[in-house]
């Protein structure tokens, strides 16, 4: 199947600075991708997507530029945690889809904790 | 607003003993429902889509079905290794591709 690699697999950083995370698509062009984030026991919730060339959507409630979003390719989206704060500590999880009624692939994942 | 709910949160079950997971939802139009398999500290595997009321799925010990309410995850003769939390999403029509998850179970068979 599909491949998604997310990068890194975890991050620790300090309160106030910002935090890159990567999602690629391996072996297809992901012409859309997605951000989620999960809290312990809690079910994945989108943040936004993104498509390629084009702004991100944001999901309500989820600060924009707070968490920037770059679909800059086919191939790469990325994840930026700006100014981060205890709270923002949490797992973070791409996905990216071919197209309308592909499959949706998942990257393994970020774990984030902000001291 | 687009909803899942999955039962049991938790799950037991004794190596050979089969059993099965729910998952109710309500959306503006169906256009899929996903089941996902997600270990610790990683990301969801893709297990099953299903796309009308009566469709039926089935991977090794695993079978999906759907009615236009719910669908069930049967897992027969479970193995420790199907220990794991099990997502339900659904694709509501319509222009956006994003899934809307429930909680999961979490399945733990002990052998």
């Known amino acids: 199947g599909a491949v998604v690699s997310q990068h890194p697999s975890w991050v620790i950083c300090k309160s106030g600075t910002s935090v890159k995370i990567e999602c690629r698509s391996l072996?297809?062009?992901?012409?859309?991708m997605f951000w989620y984030r999960q809290f312990p026991k809690q079910s994945l919730m989108l943040m936004a997507t993104?498509?390629?060339?084009?702004?991100?959507?944001?999901e309500q409630g989820v600060e924009k530029d707070k968490f920037l979003i770059n679909h800059a390719s086919l191939t790469l989206s990325t994840l930026t945690v700006t100014s981060a704060h205890p709270e923002d500590s949490s797992f973070y999880i791409c996905?990216?889809?071919?197209?309308?009624?592909?499959?949706?692939?998942f990257g393994s994942g970020t774990q984030l904790s902000v001291l | 607003e687009d909803q899942v709910t999955q039962s049991p949160e938790a799950l037991r079950l004794q190596e050979g003993e089969s059993s099965s997971l729910n998952c109710s939802y309500t959306?503006?139009?169906?256009?899929?429902l996903f089941w996902y398999r997600q270990d610790p500290g990683k990301g969801p595997e893709f297990l099953f889509t299903?796309?009308?009321a009566g469709e039926e799925k089935e991977k090794e010990r695993l079978k999906a079905t759907l009615t236009k309410k719910e669908s069930f995850l049967h897992i027969t003769a479970p193995k420790p290794e199907d220990s794991a939390t099990y997502l339900c999403?659904?694709?509501?029509?319509?222009?956006?591709?994003?899934?809307?998850f429930g909680k999961g179970t979490k399945l733990t068979v002990n052998p």
């Open positions: 999403a659904v694709q509501a029509r319509g222009g956006s591709e994003k899934l809307v």
């Open positions: 299903l796309y009308s």
């Open positions: 993104s498509n390629e060339g084009s702004k991100a959507t944001y």
């Open positions: 072996d297809f062009q992901a012409t859309t």
């Open positions: 959306v503006s139009g169906l256009r899929g």
């Open positions: 996905s990216a889809t071919q197209g309308k009624g592909e499959k949706l692939f």
